[in-house]
DNA sequence: TAGAACACGTGAACC
DNA sequence: TGGTTCACGTGTTCT
């Protein structure tokens, strides 16, 4: 209803530019300014109808509206940012300590293994024990479908089938890394009784078969 | 010199209002009408200053390009937002809970219980997302006999039938306390999605009674 | 000179 | 019934 009598105000005009052909008018650039403001409103409503679309969805149809909603929405995703990028500094600084090993291994991301283990012996100035010894075992682990939990308590009961190491410590994390992939990372501070034979790369091999059965079991699964 | 010749259309068509006396028309109201539309452009360029105020300091003065601009940089902004959040998250998970160790020792040494479980919540200012909170779980438990992967498994599997909480990260050490008793401490940090009930107490005294029950079986096998 | 951008007043539609 | 918002055509200025 509204549409039509627009297009009924355009026609009345038309018709009338199109009898001032009698009155000896310059019409012909009349015209063409009228089709231009024309051209030049439905641009600019274009424009508003487009930045309303980006505002919260409760925004209302105003063009005053859009323009001081536009203007709140903007300086509230300003704060955001400044609050959001402050607190990444901070966490950022605050990371070092163990998070060195796990960036490396997100930024070696060039490797398509899905599955890492590596084992590394750590040197404890304060107790140099020499019947025992101790290691850091670090598994990542990227999938879809495999959950922590999963992951953890595998590696825990695997660990319980081997007499000669106990556990000390662990650490898991799991975060997002890219599309939809998620990145499983677990750290395990392990003592190592020396008295029998303990064969490193054995040891790490064993690790890796568990966690890879386990990875190709779940994606099984679903 | 654009103010003047603007000055000088209003007092113009002021002029022929007032003629419209003797013309006999129903000018009270048109005036009004005007004068509110006058208003009414006024407030509408006003908002169009101040938006391009807040954007990028090379904006042209364009009405059209104030508002593509604001869009670009709306979604920009937004783009920011998203990517930093989502950095800031996978920081977090990486980042381990430990920072209470003092907290820990005081509720482990106050209480003369062999198991001790505490649940607090995470206050996140980084994503304060509605519908998802961020708790973290403490399980202290006195043991002579249980070993630390007993019990982490034992967690992770009553988690696992926990369907709307998820883990962020896990953290578990073990150390000797006093004469011949060690002590086992797992924090774990859990994603709980807000949408089904949650019922926080009840969710603490389940991991309480998990971890008691394995105690006891555990004493009994030994 | 042609074209773009703006402000203006006005009639109409919606609450 | 007024109050508010919109689209329209037009005149003017700047490039």
Same mark, same amino acid.
């Given at each position: ?21 009698? /009155? ?39 063009? /005053? ?49 899905? !599955?890492? !283990?590596?084992?590394?012996? !750590? ?41 000669? !190491? ?5 650490? /898991? ?50």
């Amino acid at each position: 209803m509204l549409k039509r009598s627009i297009s009924f105000l355009r026609s009345l005009n038309l018709m009338r530019l199109r009898e001032g052909i009698q /009155a000896t008018r310059p019409t012909s650039s009349q015209l063409h300014h009228m089709i231009s403001e024309r051209k030049r409103r439905e641009k600019l409503n274009e424009s508003f109808h487009t930045l309303k679309s980006l505002l919260p969805p409760g925004t209302k149809k105003d063009k /005053a509206s859009v323009l001081t909603t536009a203007r709140e929405y903007l300086t509230s995703l300003r704060a955001q940012v400044a609050e959001l990028s402050k607190r990444n500094q901070q966490l950022e600084a605050r990371l070092p300590p163990a998070a060195k090993e796990a960036y490396n291994e997100e930024a070696a991301g060039s490797s398509n293994e899905r !599955v890492s !283990v590596t084992l590394t012996q !750590v040197v404890s100035e304060s107790t140099p024990d020499q019947d025992q010894q101790i290691f850091d075992l670090q598994v990542v682990l990227r999938s879809v479908e495999c959950c922590t939990e999963d992951m953890v308590i595998r590696i825990l009961e695997f660990l319980k089938q081997v007499n000669n !190491v106990s556990l000390m410590s662990l650490e /898991a994390n799991t975060w997002m890394s890219g599309s939809d992939s998620n990145v499983n990372r677990v750290i395990l501070r392990l003592r190592v009784d020396q008295g029998t034979e303990w064969d490193e790369a054995a040891f790490q091999e064993a690790v890796r078969r568990v966690v890879a059965d386990l990875a190709l079991n779940n994606c099984r699964n679903q």
